[in-house]
């Protein structure tokens, strides 16, 4: 059983930050790969940014240079730092990441998710 579980998003005016967390927890053996994915009202999920396997990370272009996504390998735990938001980076914003588990099968696994609301 694996678990991602995400905080830190909120309500923001624009032109502000927020810091995302999502922390793995679990029967996990490795992580191969992690990102973040945002889904607006009325729109589909789209991907924010991904650190690959073995790779460096891939940023949206709607995102590129205001989002930073960072990895802590020792806590099974991603950050998705995000600055100038604008009220068009409102959504609920997923975790998702590809984990060996401890019996050795691979799996994709998503969380819940977290609001973030860019409004004055």
């Known amino acids: 059983q694996v678990q991602l579980v995400e905080s830190g998003g909120g309500l923001v005016q624009p032109g502000g930050s927020l810091r995302l967390s999502c922390a793995a927890s679990?029967?996990?053996?490795?992580?191969?790969?992690m990102a973040w994915y945002r889904q607006a009202p009325g729109k589909t999920r789209e991907l924010v940014a991904a650190?690959?396997?073995?790779?460096?990370?891939n940023y949206a272009d709607s995102v590129k240079g205001r989002f930073t996504f960072s990895r802590d390998n020792a806590q099974n735990t991603v950050y998705l730092q995000m600055n100038s938001l604008k009220p068009e980076d409102t959504a609920v914003y997923y975790c998702?990441?590809?984990?060996?588990?401890?019996?050795?099968?691979?799996?994709?696994?998503w969380g819940r998710g977290t609001q973030v609301t860019v409004s004055s």
């Open positions: 998702n990441a590809d984990i060996y588990i401890t019996d050795g099968g691979l799996g994709n696994y």
């Open positions: 679990g029967s996990i053996s490795s992580i191969r790969a």
């Open positions: 650190i690959p396997a073995g790779g460096s990370t």
